[in-house]
């Protein structure tokens, strides 16, 4: 590229485009997964990030076990009800922006489990953006749903993806103060919260 001024105007060096574009071609090639295994699904998910399958040609190879070092949650399994408090705090330790994919049909809708200690679906507890069914998925899944994340975010705008959060971190608020002034555990205020919601004809707690 030829970045000569000439006449006080760049020749060929200046380019001009949305502020929303430039940030979301960043970070959806630079995808930071934090893995939440629990079945199956994490068995597979082994070989997406091993040489055959190689999700670094994505630019999500960085992955980390620490919430506060990750911005994107593959939820690979079976999620019991007492664990709902515990992915919901993992989501709302993790770095901003952030998102969800959920793997496989158990952390998607309960799967085979239709019992009352699995949670049926974790999109009742955190925002999920993509699912991958199959049970378990195979690793081309699994990167489908990548790229379909990236899609996702590439058409996203800034504002859109705050506001999103936002929502959830009201309904960890509602959580809380429900466990203090009830004595309640996380498991007991989350499950009557879902309990609440099916009442109202809701999917979701947040």
Same mark, same amino acid.
């Given at each position: 590229?030829?970045?000569?001024? &000439?006449? %006080? =105007?760049?020749?060929?060096?200046?380019?001009?485009?949305?502020?929303?574009?430039?940030?979301?071609? @960043? &970070?959806?090639?630079?995808?930071?997964?934090?893995?939440?295994? *629990?079945?199956?699904?994490?068995?597979?998910?082994?070989? $997406?990030?091993?040489?055959?399958?190689?999700?670094?040609?994505?630019?999500?190879?960085?992955?980390?076990?620490?919430?506060?070092?990750?911005?994107?949650?593959?939820?690979?399994? *079976? $999620? *019991?009800?007492?664990?709902?408090? $515990?992915?919901?705090?993992?989501?709302?330790?993790?770095?901003?922006?952030?998102?969800?994919?959920?793997?496989?049909?158990?952390?998607?809708? %309960?799967?085979?489990?239709?019992?009352?200690? *699995?949670?049926?679906?974790?999109?009742?507890?955190?925002?999920?953006?993509?699912?991958?069914?199959?049970?378990?998925?195979?690793? =081309?899944?699994?990167?489908?749903?990548?790229?379909?994340?990236?899609?996702?975010?590439?058409?996203?705008?800034?504002?859109? &993806?705050?506001?999103?959060?936002?929502?959830?971190?009201?309904?960890?608020?509602?959580?809380?103060?429900?466990?203090?002034? &009830?004595?309640?555990?996380?498991?007991? @205020?989350?499950?009557?919260?879902?309990? =609440?919601?099916?009442?109202?004809?809701?999917?979701?707690?947040?």
């Amino acid at each position: 590229m030829d970045t000569t001024f &000439r006449g %006080g =105007e760049a020749d060929g060096a200046v380019m001009t485009t949305r502020l929303d574009a430039v940030v979301n071609w @960043a &970070r959806k090639n630079s995808l930071w997964p934090l893995p939440f295994g *629990t079945a199956c699904c994490a068995i597979e998910f082994m070989s $997406v990030m091993a040489s055959k399958y190689d999700l670094s040609r994505f630019g999500a190879e960085a992955m980390r076990f620490s919430p506060r070092q990750s911005d994107m949650m593959l939820v690979l399994g *079976t $999620v *019991t009800n007492k664990m709902a408090p $515990v992915i919901r705090t993992i989501y709302a330790q993790m770095a901003e922006p952030k998102w969800v994919i959920s793997v496989g049909v158990c952390a998607s809708s %309960g799967g085979m489990y239709r019992t009352y200690a *699995t949670l049926q679906g974790i999109d009742r507890v955190i925002p999920v953006d993509v699912y991958v069914p199959g049970c378990p998925p195979r690793p =081309e899944s699994m990167i489908y749903g990548v790229m379909k994340l990236q899609e996702k975010i590439e058409k996203e705008s800034l504002s859109m &993806r705050k506001d999103h959060i936002a929502r959830f971190y009201e309904s960890l608020d509602r959580q809380r103060e429900r466990e203090r002034a &009830r004595d309640l555990t996380g498991h007991q @205020a989350v499950h009557e919260m879902i309990l =609440e919601a099916a009442d109202r004809g809701a999917a979701a707690i947040f």
